[in-house]
């Protein structure tokens, strides 16, 4: 008969309390399934968030250069063509008003053959000898005789020298308009050039420096992952131990099995003298190590599933980096195709300008031959 009104041991009970406790503790760690199983790496996701909105603003301020640069080039092309067509416009201009000015119908040397006022410009007749509008009955001019002919020729021949040197100063007009025309297109073109060269260049150190921070990340999850599985096998080597060596240094074990049966009935143990457990018990734990050792078995293949996951990731990413860079350097190849196109559509404008400047426009140039057919008849 066991006896019930025997006094508490303090200590005893505090020691008994204090194992109830950490049994307690390891329960929840155990039986807790947001601690047990492996669960979502909120700061990976929130570093791969930062990351990406990183590398979208990157890509944002990447467009609007972009975009800025085509603005400005599309700004200078309109003031290029707006210099042109004032330029034009103002060669028309020009070229008007010297052909009013230089270039009237008086100021033709055959003028003097249809002008319709020739009559009323003429002089009544001077009581001279050599004036031209005698008669023959006068016997002061006879046929063939020309009394002017020496100063006709000497203003023919001024007049011929003034129109060579208009005709020199429009071509050499002319001349510098089109090496001012070519200077500009070849500024254009220097300019145009080095802009796809640094756009090129700038492509290729923000295509190096997401490839270094992919690298970087990558190692630092590889280095994480390194970090937990070692603190993982750390702590449950711990465990192992801390629980081995309670097992054997601890207050558990005692020589009689029979001062293990409690006083509050024989299905209760004092757990400070319990001798150990039956082959059911036994048998029991096995199982549920067992158990245990199948769940640890299956995380491990999710982990490993889940390393696999990342490392496909991983390729698809380089695998998206290298398309990228392909079809950027196809577009590159396009622009600098279209651009030697354009430039090569100009270079045949200019030279087919320069040939019907050449062969049209300054074709009708007089000759010796034209001048003989003056001065044939006396009209």
Not at 39 to 53: C, L, T, W
Not at 54 to 80: C, G, H, M, W, Y
Not at 355 to 375: D, G
Request: with cysteine.
């Amino acid at each position: 008969m066991h006896k019930l009104g025997l006094p508490i041991d303090y200590k005893e009970a505090a020691a008994i309390e204090r194992r109830r406790n950490m049994e307690k503790q390891r329960q929840s760690r155990i039986f807790n399934a947001k601690v047990r199983t492996i669960g979502i790496d909120i700061s990976a996701i929130d570093q791969q968030a930062k990351e990406k909105k990183l590398t979208e603003e990157q890509e944002k301020q990447r467009n609007d250069a972009f975009d800025a640069d085509a603005l400005r080039n599309a700004k200078i092309d309109k003031l290029l063509e707006a210099r042109q067509k004032n330029d034009i416009k103002e060669m028309n201009k020009n070229l008007n008003e010297f052909r009013q000015i230089h270039q009237q119908p008086f100021s033709r040397r055959e003028f003097d053959l249809y002008d319709p006022d020739g009559l009323k410009k003429d002089k009544p007749c001077r009581v001279t000898d050599d004036d031209p509008r005698c008669t023959v009955s006068t016997l002061q001019k006879f046929t063939g005789e020309d009394l002017s002919n020496k100063a006709r020729t000497e203003f023919q021949k001024e007049q011929m020298r003034e129109w060579l040197q208009q005709q020199m100063d429009e071509k050499n007009r002319s001349q510098k308009m089109l090496e001012e025309a070519n200077r500009l297109h070849d500024l254009k073109r220097m300019e145009l050039d080095n802009q796809a060269l640094a756009l090129a260049k700038a492509e290729k150190e923000c295509m190096r420096n997401i490839k270094k921070d992919t690298s970087n990340f990558n190692l630092a999850l590889d280095k994480e992952r390194k970090d937990r599985e070692r603190l993982a096998k750390r702590q449950e080597e711990d465990d192992n131990s801390t629980e081995i060596a309670n097992c054997i240094y601890g207050d558990i074990l005692t020589e009689n099995p029979a001062v293990a049966q409690s006083a509050f009935g024989p299905h209760r143990v004092i757990p400070a003298q319990w001798k150990g457990m039956n082959p059911e018990q036994k048998s029991d734990i096995l199982k549920k190590q067992e158990e245990q050792r199948l769940e640890n078995e299956k995380k491990r293949k999710e982990e490993k599933e889940l390393n696999n996951k990342w490392d496909k990731q991983r390729l698809s990413q380089a695998k998206s980096g290298m398309l990228i860079e392909r079809q950027f350097g196809r577009y590159k190849q396009n622009s600098l195709k279209s651009l030697s196109d354009e430039n090569r559509r100009l270079a045949q404008e200019q030279k087919a300008y320069q040939n019907f400047l050449n062969h049209e426009v300054y074709t009708n140039r007089p000759t010796a031959a034209f001048f003989t057919q003056f001065n044939t008849t006396t009209r």
